[in-house]
């Protein structure tokens, strides 16, 4: 009996060597959803279902994977690639984000020209320091005095 049992795990370790997740190739289910997405020309987006039937149209097993499908949407969305048109969750139309794109776009041109392209006039434009406006000192007065005086609520005419 004590022959047996290193017998078993023996076997238990060459199943756990044998078992050797094998690498995964063509692009991801979010490049896939982008791809289609892009190729897509609705002004309104595209519906979750055309999107499963463009990815099964291009050889992707929409039946097999409905859920990363759906998590992939999400993510998509989350990350600012897809913008959500219509629906809640992964239900819904989705259509490319265009502030997105161009961003990409704009980094790509950097890169390959190591110049700037205009972005330092957006950036310069959030930064920009705006005056505060100030209050009427004689309004801020005004409302002091009828508070101090037991005026309260009743009195500024104030409605619930």
């Known amino acids: 009996m004590a022959e047996t049992a290193p017998a078993a795990t023996a076997t238990k370790a060459a199943k756990k060597k044998s078992a050797v997740k094998r690498k995964r190739t063509g692009p991801s289910v979010g490049e896939l959803i982008v791809k289609a997405v892009s190729a897509s020309k609705?002004?309104?987006g595209v519906s979750l279902a055309a999107l499963k039937k463009?990815?099964?149209?291009?050889g992707y097993d929409?039946?097999?994977?409905?859920s990363r499908v759906k998590i992939a949407v999400k993510s998509l969305?989350?990350?600012g690639i897809l913008v959500q048109t219509k629906g809640i969750g992964a239900s819904g139309s989705f259509k490319l984000n265009?502030?997105?794109?161009?961003?990409e776009?704009?980094?790509r041109w950097e890169r390959e020209t190591s110049r700037s392209c205009g972005r330092t006039g957006e950036s310069q434009r959030l930064n920009k320091v705006r005056p505060r406006k100030s209050l009427d000192f004689s309004l801020v007065a005004f409302l002091d005095k009828k508070?101090?005086?037991g005026g309260g609520k009743k009195s500024?005419?104030?409605q619930h």
């Open 77 to 79: 969305v989350t990350k």
């Open 156 to 158: 500024l005419n104030w």
């Open 105 to 107: 776009r704009c980094v």
């Open 42 to 44: 609705e002004r309104s």
């Open 98 to 103: 265009k502030k997105q794109r161009e961003r």
């Open 54 to 58: 463009a990815l099964a149209a291009g």
């Open 62 to 66: 929409v039946e097999k994977n409905n």
């Open 147 to 149: 508070i101090v005086m």
